[in-house]
């Protein structure tokens, strides 16, 4: 059997062709998805993680003590323990003598293999009194190497009196790639500089531990832990740099590694389509080699030969196609992460293609492969070899085979939805998914008892078309299996298209979210002891990337878990203007209160009068106390003397409210899209206008934009992903439809000897495939809207809040692209139809 498994391949070539291409593009499809899991570790290690990318292990606080220098030296006497560095921050102003720039200083470690800073030009300081800055600070300041700057600490106590450190610049850094750092201008020094500018006590951000040659890391992790314990930091974790990266972006989504989570999902996703897709491509292939497969039973071969010639030949076609395949997919992954790392927002971009990838697609396209080929040669050998030359019977409700899978499909159905709306509802991944696939197995099992009925109801709008279109109608439905091959070839990429375009769109409104929560306003300027003039608020409006300007003054005061704060007022047109969560705006007679406030209700002091007003929780924090100036007036500017002394006012103002009456804060709102170099110079060029040092100009715009650059990385890779699932979609029922017009060879001829015209053939084949695919688009689209909402829900339900987000275009332009990829893939089979005499095809087996 294996020179009749060999001569199969040879002389059934195009039908080997059609499975190899489906095979490919779906082991491609895992392998890459696989590919972006490691590759987006990999791209957060070198942005979220790029303090600690070449660490060996991590050691950081977990419960906000800072590590002391007890805790610095025991991690660097623990055994296995080669090198240590204790990273140490202070913030400063940096007078360049034309400007001044905040920032943040770092200590450089004694092992320079544990510093993650990239020299661009010069040298590293290494004696006190030099520095190293950024080279985007430096061009946005005019800096060069050798010029002179003057620090001074942010940090330690007395800011305003504190000495300047002067300095000389040595090196120029590339710029951080780490989000929770970008908003700050990077400097580098010796660590006794940046302990003096730091003050006391002494504390670090992070001690990066690189192991001795041979040592082991489980064994030198429990040592640096028995050695915190005794230096009393037993709460300090001490993890590896890619838990150190997992455990940040899990603090981001509320103690949830969220986007692990949703990766694996994708993996999951696209190891369920490629079997299906692979299993119905290769099912229609063998089943119609049935009546083949029983005339070489009747002259002789045996069951097991059969089986055995059948899998050998979905074994040869699996492995090349599987090879190819992943070949495929890494080779478009290195395009795509090249691509992205030539734009210097997105250098972070990193490729990383694990083994695991390169041996999990191969092992799961040869087997997906040779399973999809067991069930239809079962079917030819379990039955008499001349029972087997008859027509095969279709399920349907008439016949027991019918009844079974109409049953188990829809028992599977509504299991499977039950199980992914509570897991939706109940932001459970882990029952969400398993839940959705079996729902959607179910789908496919009882489709044939669904599918030709739309069909046919979709056929009478055919009717139009004449003798063509009614025939059309009627072969659409003929053969119920054959339609619903056909149709679930579509269904099943269009499903996977429009759930991921539903659950991109809804995870990328879910993440805007969550950062518009955890940064509310872009830019944010506070401690002005004056309201700013209208001739510098126009000046900020007049910045090229600033979208609006609001000035909040005080209102009154509250007091909230034991302390007394200013309230602000902000004019309704504003709050929409500046707050882009609407969470955060406070309706008429509502006081907005930060995260976590307890209070329902609390009473603002403005002079002697207390209004008590209803408390609405803002998204944030660090917001601070704010109503709508539609509640209550701004308070009047006080005496000079009066504000200098920090004296009430007459008439019993209480001594917050009267000391800030007159004072004011100001939010700024910037254009979507803007760099992160930009918004570095516009925070310089606000400080300028308004006459505030730098370091009074806040918010967490640039933050913003360096998690949106990430995000749109992720987003950008599952857009390629998409490409390949159309691609999918496409091959499957370009299949699927040759291979029928294949099967139908005799009975076209006899409809063209009966008198049917070429054009009428063509037309008739061309309307047959355009209704098969404007169904399975329509229940596809369905389907994908639903799961992906359902499944963005699942996954990031539990750290914000998820809003259905249904991008009706691109749904739209899904539906219209698949009728039209039906049309375009019966082109070729009609073409060879029409081609085809009357006699010869009516001769032809």
Known sequence: MLAVALGQLKTHSRRFIAISLAVILAVAFLTATLTVNASTQASLKASIGQSFGTADLVVSSTDGTPLDAKAADAVASAAGVRASYAQQLAYVQASTGTAVVSGVVSNLPAAMELETAKLVSGVWPAAAGEVAVDAATATRNQLALGDAITLRSL????????????????????????????????????????????????????ITVALAPGADAGATRSAISTALTGAGAATASVLTADEQTKALVASFTGGSNALTMVLLAFAAIALLVSALVVSNTFSVLVAQRTRELALLRCVGASRAQIHRSVLLEALVVGAIASAAGVALAAGGMSLLVA??????????????????????????????????ALAPARAATAVAPLAALRPQEDAS???????VRLVVGVVLLLLGGAGLVV?????????????????????LMAASLFIPRLVAAAGKLAAPAGVPGRLAAVNAVRN??????????????????????????????????SLDGRYPVDVAVEGAQVPFTAAQLDKVRSLAGVSAVAQLPVVGSVESRGATEPVYGITGADARAVLVNAANRPAPGTLVMRKGTKDTSLSVAAGAVQTPLPVAIATSSSFPALVSLDTLPALPAPQAGALQS?????????????????????????????SQDTLLGLRQQIASALGVEEYQVQGGAVEKAMFNQVIDVLLLVVTGLLAIAVLIALIGVANTLSLSVLERTRENSLLRALGLTRGQLRGMLALEAVLIAAVAATIGSALGVVYGWLGAQSALGSFTIVTATIPWGQVGLVIGVAAAAGLLASVVPAHRAARLSPVAGLAAE
Do not use: C, H, K
Not at 397 to 403: E, K, M, Q, T
Not at 661 to 674: K, M
């Open 155 to 206: 940090s330690a106590p007395g800011t305003g009196q504190a000495p300047g450190v002067p300095a000389t610049i040595t090196g120029l850094l590339a710029p951080t790639n780490d989000p929770l750092m970008s908003s700050q201008s990077q400097l580098l020094a010796p660590a006794a500089t940046v302990a003096q500018l730091a003050g006391s006590p002494t504390s670090y951000r992070r």
């Open 339 to 372: 691509g992205l790392a030539q734009n210097p927002d997105y250098a972070f971009a990193t490729l990383d293609v694990p083994p695991s990838a390169i041996i999990t697609g191969l092992l799961v396209g040869i087997a997906l492969t040779v399973l999809s």
């Open 397 to 403: 409700l008439a016949n027991s085979r019918g009844r």
């Open 423 to 443: 897991g939706g509802l109940t932001s459970q991944l882990l029952i969400a998914l398993p839940s959705g696939a079996l729902s959607f197995v179910g789908l």
């Open 480 to 513: 119920p299996g054959r339609t619903t091959a056909t149709a679930s070839a579509l269904l099943i990429g269009v499903t996977l298209v429009t759930m991921m375009m539903t659950g991109a769109a809804t995870a990328r409104t879910a993440f805007d979210n």
């Open 646 to 674: 920090g004296a009430p006012e007459a008439g019993g103002m209480d001594s917050v409210a009267g000391r800030m009456a007159g004072t004011s804060a100001l939010w700024v709102a910037v254009d979507p899209g803007i």
